[in-house]
């Protein structure tokens, strides 16, 4: 699996190191008089996994939407690989977005294309120069990656969740996006195919690209040990590093 990732990074998604992958800066998201986010400061470097908790209405997914410019801030900078995202005119939201891949909690693959289908036409869609061929190839190789190479002629509905999330998650790195962003990827799954998304999430990682998770999943933030970032009522309360995350970080949230 992993030698078919490594023909699906950024080749500059490393030499970037140095420059973080993303940047909040002072962050500041208000929903009328209520403050979703509050000075929000952190980076993530390239490559890194992070884990992004906190209870419900927290902020976190106010923070994703920020990243992919789906909103702005209200105060603050958010930097996405070099770009000033806080800033970005609607013309060029297209430029970010091609850097980003995301992953939801309820997959969103479109229900009349079959699973190939679905992650070529997030190929085809950023770069009208593809052709059908190269895009069933690529498809096809994404969706190898993620176990399901014997799959691409299936329908979403003839797919488990996990492996509709799998199909999520190969049309979130088809475009080889330097950055990957999960909001409650295994919200929907049983235990066991939670870490079978959760392995991918770190191959991915291991290959180049920053990955960010927002999530609830206690059993897997505690076990893998990576950084993680606590959200609670919109401000950044924790951030602890890799290797120094428990049990006890689960005190700050619910
Ligand atoms: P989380 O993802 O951690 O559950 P959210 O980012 O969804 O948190 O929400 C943060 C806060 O902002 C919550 O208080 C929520 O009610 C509020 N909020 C989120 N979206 C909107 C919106 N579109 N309009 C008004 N308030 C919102």
Same mark, same amino acid.
């Given at each position: 699996?992993?030698?078919? &990732?490594?023909?699906? @990074?950024?080749?500059?998604?490393?030499?970037?190191?140095?420059?973080?992958? @993303?940047?909040?800066?002072?962050?500041?998201?208000?929903?009328? =008089? /209520?403050?979703?986010?509050?000075?929000?400061?952190?980076?993530?470097?390239?490559?890194?996994?992070? &884990?992004?908790?906190?209870? =419900?209405?927290? %902020?976190?997914?106010?923070?994703?939407?920020?990243?992919?410019?789906?909103?702005?801030?209200?105060?603050?900078?958010?930097?996405? $690989?070099?770009?000033?995202?806080?800033?970005?005119?609607? #013309?060029?939201?297209?430029?970010?977005?091609?850097?980003? %891949?995301?992953?939801?909690? *309820?997959?969103?693959?479109?229900?009349?294309? +079959?699973?190939?289908?679905?992650?070529?036409?997030?190929?085809? @869609?950023?770069?009208?120069?593809?052709? *059908?061929?190269?895009?069933?190839?690529?498809?096809?190789?994404?969706?190898?990656?993620?176990?399901?190479?014997? !799959?691409?002629? #299936?329908?979403?509905?003839?797919? =488990?969740?996990?492996?509709?999330? !799998?199909?999520?998650?190969? /049309?979130? @790195?088809?475009?080889?996006?330097?950055?990957?962003?999960? $909001?409650?990827?295994?919200?929907?799954? $049983?235990?066991? +195919?939670?870490?079978?998304? +959760? *392995?991918?999430?770190?191959?991915?990682?291991?290959?180049?690209?920053?990955?960010?998770?927002? +999530?609830?999943?206690?059993?897997?933030?505690?076990?893998?040990?990576?950084?993680?970032?606590?959200?609670?009522?919109?401000?950044?309360?924790?951030?602890?590093?890799?290797?120094?995350?428990? !049990?006890?970080?689960?005190?700050? =949230?619910?």
């Amino acid at each position: 699996m992993p030698y078919v &990732f490594s023909r699906l @990074v950024r080749p500059d998604a490393r030499k970037a190191q140095g420059r973080p992958l @993303v940047e909040f800066n002072g962050v500041t998201r208000a929903y009328g =008089s /209520r403050l979703a986010l509050d000075e929000v400061d952190f980076r993530l470097e390239p490559g890194e996994l992070a &884990f992004l908790v906190g209870p =419900s209405g927290a %902020g976190k997914t106010t923070l994703l939407k920020l990243i992919n410019r789906e909103l702005r801030p209200t105060q603050g900078e958010v930097w996405i $690989d070099g770009i000033a995202a806080h800033e970005l005119k609607a #013309s060029r939201v297209a430029e970010l977005r091609r850097r980003v %891949g995301v992953v939801f909690q *309820d997959y969103k693959l479109l229900p009349r294309l +079959t699973a190939r289908e679905n992650v070529a036409l997030a190929l085809q @869609v950023g770069d009208l120069r593809v052709s *059908d061929r190269e895009a069933r190839e690529r498809a096809l190789d994404a969706l190898d990656a993620v176990g399901l190479g014997d !799959r691409g002629d #299936s329908m979403p509905h003839e797919l =488990s969740g996990g492996q509709q999330q !799998r199909v999520a998650v190969a /049309r979130a @790195v088809i475009r080889k996006p330097p950055l990957l962003i999960a $909001d409650e990827p295994t919200g929907n799954l $049983d235990m066991e +195919t939670a870490w079978g998304i +959760t *392995d991918l999430l770190e191959d991915i990682a291991a290959f180049g690209i920053t990955v960010l998770v927002a +999530t609830h999943n206690i059993e897997i933030v505690t076990r893998l040990q990576r950084r993680v970032l606590t959200l609670v009522n919109g401000r950044l309360v924790r951030d602890q590093p890799a290797g120094q995350t428990g !049990r006890m970080a689960w005190l700050a =949230s619910s």
